[in-house]
């Protein structure tokens, strides 16, 4: 059983900075890809960004790309996204997901992010 367990989350002004982390039981976390997707209540989840088993490769939401970067540290399991500018629309809970056969399999259970004006 894989658990995913995300934190960092909390509350920043308009422009400001997050970041993000998510810590992954199990031995095979760098075999994976790791995704991070956010939502808002009765809104569908938003992908925000992916990387690869190595970390080699990313891929980010236009929404957020220039001012997100995801990164990974396969040593300690963890996943992290860094979020800079942030805008207050972007007040949601973010969650760490799995990636295995073209599909998430495994999610945490989420981190608050609230983004004041």
């Known amino acids: 059983q894989v658990q995913l367990v995300e934190s960092g989350g909390g509350l920043v002004q308009a422009g400001g900075s997050l970041r993000l982390s998510c810590a992954a039981s199990?031995?095979?976390?760098?075999?994976?890809?790791m995704g991070w997707f956010r939502q808002a209540p009765g809104k569908e989840r938003e992908f925000v960004a992916r990387?690869?088993?190595?970390?080699?490769?990313?891929d980010y939401a236009e929404s957020v790309k220039g001012r997100f970067t995801i990164s990974r540290d396969n040593a300690k399991n963890t996943v992290h996204l860094q979020m800079n500018r942030l805008k207050t629309e972007e007040t949601t809970v973010y969650y760490c997901?799995?990636?295995?056969?073209?599909?998430?399999?495994?999610w945490g259970q989420g981190t608050q992010v609230t983004v004041s004006s």
């Open positions: 997901a799995r990636r295995s056969s073209g599909s998430y399999d495994y």
């Open positions: 199990g031995r095979t976390f760098s075999s994976y890809s």
């Open positions: 990387i690869s088993w190595s970390g080699g490769s990313t």
